[in-house]
């Protein structure tokens, strides 16, 4: 009883800070630091255990930005208090040039944490992807097998690569690009064993499997995998989505149409699912010469699609997320005519029918005076903790900082909610007796296999109650906790 008291306690503590900060600040963002030396490509996740983790491209140290891309390296950090403070950070891996990297984070039901990335060969055109897993939070990280990979002189490059997990079953979508014919593919891997073999890799992209630039990958809320990626030269945005775990996806449907005036490499840059419902949003670039935002939205999985919108017709690299009402945000950077970079976000309550005037998050080093530049990677999500948070690179003084910026939605904290349903489980690990206690009345608890089956279920419909591990195999499941108000609480349990 006493960790459950003091975790309690701790969450509390959070939960007054944040409150006092937002009192004190009113809706002004937050930011805070977390790397100073010259950073690139980002991602960022929140676990299910509502653990923070970013992992990024940056320089080893804090000397200028060479030109042949030497002197990298794969960085992470983690944050156990919602993103206030960060872990010393973890470095994984030199890169001698600058097309490696594109770190991508995943997490599945378990809490486990996943990081691919790209590592570069003895040729700026050959790399390999690099995948780990960490089952404690992100403290240590165990290397699996090396999914994709090419050799020196092949001629093919694998980059942009996204994960897919489903409890020990990963797929991994990739573009495989063809040099000197310049020409690409959109790609999928899959491995159902935790990463220790894997299938050979699968065209994605048919009928547009020459000419596809990237791809972004999404889960919905009831596990359909989506896919967005743009047809090179003035072609069509496409989108896909599959209803069986990555085994079959549909025929590609255009959704942007073609023949964009003076519009070359049209590119997705992210794909945005909703939590509670079937809306998705694609955000893309259109480059007239500047770089357009654009947006388009769909309440029905991509059966019908709205008009697109545009967000900005001087924009830089944007992303977003939906909070816990399907209210849309959009943060995105935007050059200024003064020659300077705004850090902005607009809101949309239509899913992109229409979109709020920009808010330009100024007052916490937000607006910077930098070249004219684009390259200006973030990532967004929606914490539990009722923030928006968003990961993003600041151009300033030639410098490439990484922060970490954050601000309140109106939506009631999932965290409020959980101090007053708060699950004590132990022991854990456990032998025989798994014991479960709440403040509130639970409805259900079920535990789940790796494999993704229901090995126990029981109604309670009271406060306490207890499973029986005994006759369970040892290893890892997943306890679902139901409680009477619809509140869903995932543990991991070891045997």
């Known amino acids: 009883m006493w960790h459950y008291k003091t975790k309690t306690l701790r969450q509390t503590i959070i939960l007054l800070f944040i409150f006092l900060t937002t009192c004190l600040k009113g809706q002004n963002i937050t930011t805070i630091p977390i790397s100073l030396n ?41 944050s156990n208090d919602y993103g206030l403070t960060w872990s010393t950070k973890k470095v994984f891996d030199d890169l001698s040039y600058d097309a490696s990297g594109n770190p991508t984070l995943c997490s599945n039901a378990f809490g486990d944490m996943y990081l691919l990335y790209m590592t570069p060969g003895f040729s700026p055109w050959y790399a390999k992807f690099d995948l780990f897993k960490s089952i404690d939070h992100g403290i240590t990280w165990n290397q699996l097998t090396t999914p994709v990979g090419y050799p020196l002189g092949s001629g093919i490059f694998p980059d942009l690569p996204h994960l897919i997990l489903n409890n020990d079953t990963i797929d991994i979508v990739y573009t495989e690009y063809i040099f000197p014919a310049f020409t690409s593919t959109i790609k999928i891997i899959k491995s159902s064993d935790g990463g220790l073999t894997w299938s050979v890799p699968s065209i994605l992209s048919i009928p547009y499997d020459t000419t596809c630039l990237g791809s972004c990958v999404k889960r919905g809320f009831d596990s359909t995998v989506l896919v967005s990626y743009a047809h090179y030269m003035n072609g069509p945005i496409n989108f896909s989505k599959s209803i069986n775990e ?46 357009e935002i654009h947006y388009i939205g769909s309440d029905d999985y991509g059966i019908t699609w709205h008009t697109p919108i545009l967000i900005s017709q001087f924009g830089s690299l944007a992303s977003g997320a ?43 080093q937000i607006l910077s005076t930098i070249q004219k530049e684009i390259g200006a990677f973030s990532t967004t999500f ?40 708060a699950v004590n489980v132990y022991p854990n690990p456990v032998t025989n007796k798994l014991n479960i206690e709440g403040t509130s009345p639970l409805q259900s608890v079920e535990v789940i296999d790796l494999l993704g089956t229901r090995i126990f279920y029981a109604d309670v419909n009271e406060r306490n109650t207890s499973i029986d591990f005994s006759q369970m195999t040892s290893g890892v499941y997943l306890l679902q906790i139901h409680t009477n108000n619809g509140i869903l609480i995932n543990k991991k349990i070891i045997k």
């Open 382 to 421: 929606y914490g539990s903790d009722n923030k928006i948070h968003d990961f993003w690179i600041d151009w300033r003084s030639n410098n490439f900082y990484l922060q970490h910026s954050f601000w309140e939605t109106s939506v009631i904290s999932s965290i409020e909610n959980n101090l007053n349903i």
């Open 322 to 364: 939906f909070d816990n009402n399907d209210r849309l945000y959009i943060t995105y950077s935007e050059w200024l005519p003064n020659d300077s970079l705004s850090f902005n976000y607009k809101i949309s309550d239509d899913n992109g029918v229409t979109f709020s005037s920009p808010v330009r998050l100024v007052g916490s």
């Open 38 to 78: 010259n950073s690139y490509e980002v991602s960022a996740i929140e676990t299910v255990d509502s653990i923070f983790v970013v992992a990024w491209k940056e320089d080893r140290n804090s000397a200028p930005v060479t030109q042949d891309g030497t002197n990298k390296q794969v960085s992470l950090s983690v």
């Open 246 to 291: 990555c085994l079959n996806f549909t025929v590609p449907d255009s959704i942007v149409g073609n023949a964009y005036t003076n519009c070359c490499n049209p590119s997705v840059t992210q794909i945005i699912s909703s939590s509670i419902s079937s809306k998705i949003g694609i955000i893309y670039y259109l480059p007239h010469g500047n770089y």
